[in-house]
């Protein structure tokens, strides 16, 4: 029941012949322009817009019309990992897998989802500690995420994020037993609990915090690169978790899916992956061969990939609960 174009020349005569594209994207607004433009460079007969989203109510919001029917203007979207299996149910049905085998679209196979075969993984994030380096000296650091139990750190030593995307990406390796042991301790440690990379990368940067319990490797060095007084650092230790980001999909409604086609090519090109690391720094994929794949070379690192992505939802639910944060009573 999939779609699948025989040959390249097949999916760029049939991109020619739709002439635009519309994206909506979770990149930064700052990669858009310079993506664009590449992409213009080598497909000039295609005029390509692209729209940002973000944040859960913008995923949910974009979801919700989804299913209402109502969305008309854009061709490809990003399944959030909050809500995966639901957008992956208004992709297109094309076999990008099979194509991507076969060569027909320059995509390394290992960027797409083997099950539902139609979404295509062009980012990731590596997550790890970050610190300030007055308020802690590199011999106290944490080398692994038990040391976070130890008793220097009971009592608002260190920030953790209500939002555990990176915990639960850690259950990919370490299974849900360890990781919901691990954030009940957590929680008994008393940490300064934070929602946002921004907010905590500038607690740290300023020294009103001093270390990160598990953050976006990625927002950390962004942060510390323009911070003046360079205190703010940036530590991966081992189990690194790493997720998927920027999936990918084309939409059911889309009115030129094959020119979505060499658009999701594209950003896993190369090219695509070098613009997302200049822009958004170390956020290309594991899969290939920049600034992410660099990184964790050498590294123990756990992939909360295609086989596990779908349970990220209910991984956060299990690590939020292990928090008990006080719900409201019905």
């Known amino acids: 029941g999939y779609l699948a174009a025989s040959s390249r020349d097949e999916v760029v005569a049939k991109a020619k012949k739709e002439g635009k594209l ?27 817009r692209m729209q940002e989203i973000g944040g859960t109510d913008g995923y949910q919001r974009f979801l919700l019309e989804l299913k209402a029917g109502t969305v008309k203007d854009f061709d490809t979207s990003e399944a959030s990992s909050e809500f995966y299996i639901e957008n992956a149910a208004h992709a297109m049905k094309f076999d990008i897998l099979g194509m991507a085998h076969k060569g027909v679209l320059r995509i390394n196979p290992k960027m797409v989802d083997p ?5 295509v993984s062009v980012a990731s ?5 970050a610190y300030n380096k007055t308020r802690l000296s590199e011999a106290a650091l944490p080398a692994k995420w038990e040391d976070f139990l130890k008793p220097e750190f009971k009592g608002r030593k260190f920030i953790a994020d209500v939002r555990p995307q ?14 919901l042991k691990y954030a009940r301790q957590i929680k008994e440690q008393d940490p300064v609990w934070v929602r946002g990379n921004q907010r905590a990368m500038s607690a740290l940067a300023s020294g009103e915090q001093a270390i990160h319990q598990m953050t976006f490797y990625q927002s950390c060095v962004e942060a510390a690169r323009k911070d003046p007084t360079n205190s703010l650092q ?76 779908q349970n990220t939802p209910k991984w956060m639910a299990m690590v939020v609960e292990a928090y008990g944060f006080p719900r409201a009573d019905k």
């Open 22 to 48: 519309r994206v909506i994207s979770s990149l930064d607004g700052r990669t858009f322009k310079p993506m664009m433009q590449s992409f213009s460079k080598k497909y000039p007969f295609i005029d390509i």
């Open 115 to 119: 099950d539902y075969r139609n979404v």
């Open 125 to 129: 994030t590596i997550c790890s500690i």
């Open 166 to 179: 990176c915990m639960a990406s850690l259950m990919a390796g370490m299974g849900e037993e360890w990781v």
């Open 234 to 309: 940036c530590k991966i230790i081992d189990p690194a978790p790493v997720y998927l980001r920027e999936n990918h999909f084309i939409l059911k409604s889309a009115s030129h899916p094959y020119a979505a086609l060499l658009f999701i090519e594209h950003m896993a090109s190369p090219e695509g992956q070098k613009i997302i690391d200049e822009y958004e720094p170390i956020k290309s994929s594991i899969f290939g061969d920049g600034e992410v794949a660099r990184v964790a070379k050498g590294k123990k690192v756990v992939v909360n990939d295609f086989r596990t992505f």
